[in-house]
């Protein structure tokens, strides 16, 4: 993406009173002006995040500085050597775990996002969040499974591919127990109310909250392409129309029962018909962690 563009699309996003900007790729570091993006959009006065996958060039990392608000990191695995071999990128966790002690350095808000693999056990689970809080010494957050098909669609949600036996029921067990361990008291960023509406979903009851896909997020391409979210198709141009508070096309036929991507799912809880709600559920189910996470370390 050009820079220009890049600029223009911060520039319409904080006129139209967008507040949070998360760039995204591929591996987002490499983007030759990912320092100065995102500088450009905290001048607008925007929250700015990325995710890396570990290979973050340290050169990068310094010239954010205080320019991004929020840094994750992809954290694949308890067992190093398989966290390199999931990646397929040799040394990968070495080279993770240290962007991750460069960035506490900095003071830079991060946490570990983990896919959670169909194939992996509760037992799993809980290995990888004790390591992410105790070896790795950061909050944990879950990647809901979701598979790419190669016409570039997302299956997601409820309807995971059956290509492996009680893979429904494995998926929900392993959210239910990353949602145990956050109220037990481990540093887990993850939503509760959005661990509990996968619940929902798996048990087969209506979730709470509603996706705001197309609504309160968007999600711009390389071209300025506006869509509601990678699942459905293209909204508009950025070039053509620059008022994103008009009413977008229905996404109605959007099934919210099944599709529980975090990217959009966990970001319309930030809407503002529900934000004080969630935050209420959010400070009681683990009051500590977010008095931590303030800067308030007393017991």
Same mark, same amino acid.
């Given at each position: 993406m050009k820079l220009d563009d890049l600029s223009f699309a911060i520039d319409i996003l904080a006129k139209n009173d967008f507040s949070i900007i998360?760039?995204?790729?591929?591996?987002?570091?490499?983007?030759?002006?990912?320092?100065?993006?995102?500088?450009?959009?905290?001048?607008?006065?925007?929250?700015?995040s990325i995710t890396t996958n570990g290979t973050i060039p340290e050169t990068t990392l310094s010239k954010l500085g205080?320019?991004?608000?929020?840094?994750?990191?992809?954290?694949?695995?308890?067992?190093?050597?398989?966290?390199?071999?999931? @990646?397929?990128?040799?040394?990968?966790?070495?080279? %993770?775990?240290?962007?991750? =002690?460069m960035a506490k350095a900095y003071g830079m808000k991060i946490y570990a996002i983990t896919f959670l693999n169909p194939r992996w056990t509760v037992n799993d689970v809980e290995k990888i969040i004790h390591y992410v809080n105790e070896e790795l010494g950061i909050p944990f957050a879950l990647s809901y499974p979701y598979i790419s098909s190669n016409k570039g669609t997302f299956v997601v949600g409820g309807n995971l591919p059956d290509s492996l036996p009680n893979t429904q029921h494995n998926v929900r067990n392993m959210v239910a127990k990353v949602?145990?361990? @956050?109220?037990?008291?481990?540093?887990?960023?993850? %939503?509760?109310?959005?661990? =509990?509406?996968?619940?929902?979903?798996?048990?087969?009851?209506?979730?709470?909250?509603p996706c705001k896909a197309g609504r309160t997020i968007l999600t711009i391409d390389c071209n300025l392409n506006v869509f509601p979210c990678y699942k459905r198709e293209i909204l508009f141009n950025l070039r053509e129309r620059q008022d994103l508070h008009m009413p977008v096309p229905d996404t109605s036929r959007c099934d919210t029962t099944q599709c529980l991507i975090n990217c959009y799912k966990e970001a319309s809880l930030a809407s503002k018909e529900t934000f004080f709600g969630v935050v209420k559920e959010e400070l009681l189910s683990n009051s500590k962690f977010y008095l931590k996470l303030l800067g308030y370390n007393r017991s």
């Open positions: 998360y760039f995204t790729g591929g591996e987002t570091a490499f983007y030759p002006h990912l320092a100065e993006a995102a500088r450009y959009a905290k001048k607008k006065g925007m929250i700015t205080r320019d991004l608000d929020i840094l994750s990191v992809s954290v694949d695995h308890y067992d190093e050597g398989l966290w390199d071999k999931t @990646k397929q990128v040799p040394g990968i966790s070495k080279k %993770a775990k240290a962007i991750i =002690r949602l145990q361990m @956050k109220l037990l008291g481990s540093d887990v960023v993850t %939503a509760t109310c959005y661990m =509990r509406d996968v619940l929902k979903a798996h048990d087969g009851h209506p979730m709470r909250y």
